[in-house]
T-cell receptor, first 114, second 113 residues
Framework: KQEVTQIPAALSVPEGENLVLNCSFT??????LQWFRQDPGKGLTSLLL?????REQTSGRLNASLDKSSGRSTLYIAASQPGDSATYLC?????????????FGQGTTLQVKP | EADIYQTPRYLVIGTGKKITLECSQT?????MYWYQQDPGMELHLIHY???????EKGDLSSESTVSRIRTEHFPLTLESARPSHTSQYLC????????????FGPGTRLTVL
């Protein structure tokens, strides 16, 4: 059974710091991996999607890497800002592109202090 | 603007009531999903649909039911709400030709007294 773990569960950093969020999964047979952002009481916003054949994806100050063989992904946030404060979730797609399901981690709650 | 909508955003009801949570998307996606999320916990898939007249149960057992009569609409119904149904319900959609990237609505926070 696929399990997704995110470490740390919570993180507090001063503004301007670069940081790394970690995600690990137990079964390397994934179709893709998606990073989301969730603000309190809100839905999820898709940040980055990495296909299983890719090593990384970048969007602005965000960079996500994927090492499928070791079951790990990282989300790198450069020059953090107070507006980055949110919960960050990673999810792996198992099955296939047409009939796959997302399995989520519990998330890392990030606080960026001004 | 292409988007995914959920109504109501917040709902407080008494035990035994029948409720329907609405989800609509204007993104032209064929696949739609319902997730349940308790505070501080991960999302769990409770229902999904790959197209009109297609519905399947997810990994987490749920007493709710869904229907997919139109591509853009995927309502979730609880026939008799109980306090154990108190949770946040998130609807999502994806297109087959986009690596199954899922896009989420704002969620419905349900409280059953």
């Amino acid at each position: 059974k696929q399990e997704v773990t995110q470490i740390p569960a919570a993180l507090s950093v001063p503004e301007g710091e670069n940081l790394v969020l970690n995600c690990s999964f137990t079964d390397s047979a994934i179709y893709n991996l998606q990073w989301f952002r969730q603000d309190p009481g809100k839905g999820l916003t898709s940040l980055l999607l990495i296909q299983s054949s890719q090593r990384e994806q970048t969007s602005g100050r965000l960079n996500a890497s994927l090492d499928k063989s070791s079951g790990r992904s990282t989300l790198y946030i450069a020059a953090s800002q107070p507006g980055d404060s949110a919960t960050y979730l990673c999810a792996v797609l198992i099955g296939s592109g047409n009939t796959g399901k997302l399995i989520f981690g519990q998330g890392t709650t990030l606080q960026v202090k001004p | 603007e292409a988007d995914i909508y959920q109504t109501p955003r917040y709902l407080v009801i008494g035990t035994g009531k029948k409720i329907t949570l609405e989800c609509s998307q204007t993104m032209g996606h064929d696949k739609m999903y319902w997730y349940q999320q308790d505070p501080g916990m991960e999302l769990h898939l409770i229902h999904y649909s790959y197209g009109v007249n297609s519905t399947e149960k997810g990994d987490l057992s749920s007493e709710s039911t869904v229907s997919r009569i139109r591509t853009e609409h995927f309502p979730l119904t609880l026939e008799s709400a109980r306090p154990s149904h108190t949770s946040q319900y998130l609807c999502a959609s994806s297109a087959t030709n986009s690596y199954n990237e899922q896009f989420f609505g704002p969620g419905t926070r349900l409280t059953v007294l």
